[in-house]
């Protein structure tokens, strides 16, 4: 059985769309909870309501309310599945009609009996291009390759977007939120950081986790459209602070010793330039607060684990 959860705030439009993409499957044996972090406003729940008495009126679907914050929200989604496999998905997409299909018979395979995680090819917005950001990180050392969804042992990575049309199934270091697919087994007692903000990577952290004990996979013959509400939760600023932090935060859980600490260093420098150089080629009133945003941001991710530890330890 597969558990497909999906978490939201305040997206209806959003959530009837996933929902009826999800009606059309030809796989049986799925349920489906959204989990909502809308609070007191029942524009999601209607949402939902209404759907279950028309288009998605065959699927078993629930409604989970959830305190608001994406990580908060995936960990009450894992409490209440029942299936198996978890299947994460964010409220604006829409699969294949044979994605969860396709996805059972991938983790029935006897190939794939060492993979814990999997997910897909976004058709909206796979390839993308490696642009010069990319190639001077590379240049620079601060991440490992520029092989799609390589990551190194503190975190650094590169974009699942630069894998090529065609991919069969490929080994990956990390797992994008929007399509995110784990076996049960293989997540354990593992949970989402819930002291990450809502832009701080939180996928990555988690399939960072799942796969130091099983291999992740991308599987080009998934195919989900990642199309991108066009409600943004924070400003660009505030969003580059919380990747910032997400990446600082991911840093503190896995630093060993003073070598690996002056990599973390060299990193909030090589960014800052990095940021530095794109304002110059672009200048704009909140570009200039980038390259600010992103180093504070990761300095005070990174802090905050050591603040949790010494809390820990006093208590």
Known sequence: MISVVICTYKRAEDVRRVLRSLAEQTYGDFEVLVVDGT????VVREAVAEEARGAAAALELRVIESPKGLTRQRNAGLREAKGEVICYLDDDVTLDARFLERAAALLDDPS??????ITGFDLE????HIGWRWRLRRALGTVPSLEPGAVDRLGRHVPLSFVQPGVKCMSVG???GFCMIYRREAIGDLRFDEGLPTYGGEDRDFSLSV???ARLVLCGDLRVRHHGSPGA???SVRRVYETGYGTGRAFAKRVRGASDALRVAHYIVCEFTVDVIAFCGRPSGSGIRVPFARASGVIAGFNSVQRGARGATQS
Do not use: K
């Not at 609070?39 to 029942?42: A, E, L, R, T, V």
């Not at 794939?112 to 995680?117: A, F, L």
């Not at 917005?125 to 993308?128: E, F, L, R």
């Open 39 to 42: 609070g007191d406003d029942p």
């Open 211 to 213: 796969g130091e004990r």
């Open 174 to 176: 990390w797992l994008p």
């Open 125 to 128: 917005n796979y390839p993308q």
């Open 112 to 117: 794939m009996h060492d993979v814990g995680g």
């Open 233 to 235: 939760r924070s400003t």
